[in-house]
């Protein structure tokens, strides 16, 4: 399994809460969704929703190395809009992230399980000022750990990727 194969469900969860949210009218347009291997040069769409990878760890029990846990980040941007505009389409971005993610733990059984990181950090940080290529955007960040399954590592990337 692969980092690319597991973020490509977030990427399709994650484009489901967007298309919700507009269907709904919380946001007026659909909006993309670009896991690490897509990132654009630029944001143009409203919102832009950025998947990553921000870190991880190789815990250890009793000398034996356990699975791969990943730190990701789903940064939600939205360019060229006001503050207030943002907060107002941002907010309700909380509950369906919560809702989605929690139906979803396993990622289609392709990791142990994807839950937000726990206290003193924060699950979600802003709404707030993010950048991106040198521009402010309003937007959010949504913080979770990753386990990899105990049997399989999924730090590889598909080959002929960068």
């Known amino acids: 399994m692969t980092l ?3 973020f490509n469900q977030m990427k399709s969860l994650t484009q489901d809460i967007l298309r919700d949210a507009r269907k709904d009218g ?6 993309e969704v670009y896991t690490f291997l897509e990132w654009p040069a630029k944001l143009t769409a409203l919102p832009s929703v950025l998947l ?15 699975p791969i846990q990943h730190e990701v ?16 389409q941002i907010t309700p971005m909380i509950e369906r992230v919560k809702d989605k993610f929690a139906a979803n733990l396993t990622l289609g059984d392709r990791v142990d399980n994807l839950m937000p990181v726990a206290p003193p950090a924060r699950w979600y940080e ?24 105990s049997s399989e590592s999924i730090v590889q990337v598909s080959a002929g990727t960068t």
Do not use: C
């Not at 990553?52 to 356990?66: A, M, R």
């Not at 980040?73 to 107002?88: K, Q, W």
């Open 4 to 6: 690319e194969t597991v």
């Open 26 to 31: 919380e946001i007026p347009h659909g909006g």
């Open 52 to 66: 990553s990878v921000t870190g991880g760890n190789l815990p250890t029990q009793d000398g034996w190395q356990g």
């Open 73 to 88: 980040s789903m940064l939600y941007y939205f360019p060229n809009i006001t503050t207030a505009e943002g907060h107002a």
């Open 126 to 149: 802003g709404p707030g000022t993010l950048v991106y290529a040198g521009r402010e955007h309003v937007g959010i960040i949504f913080n979770y750990l990753m386990k990899a399954k």
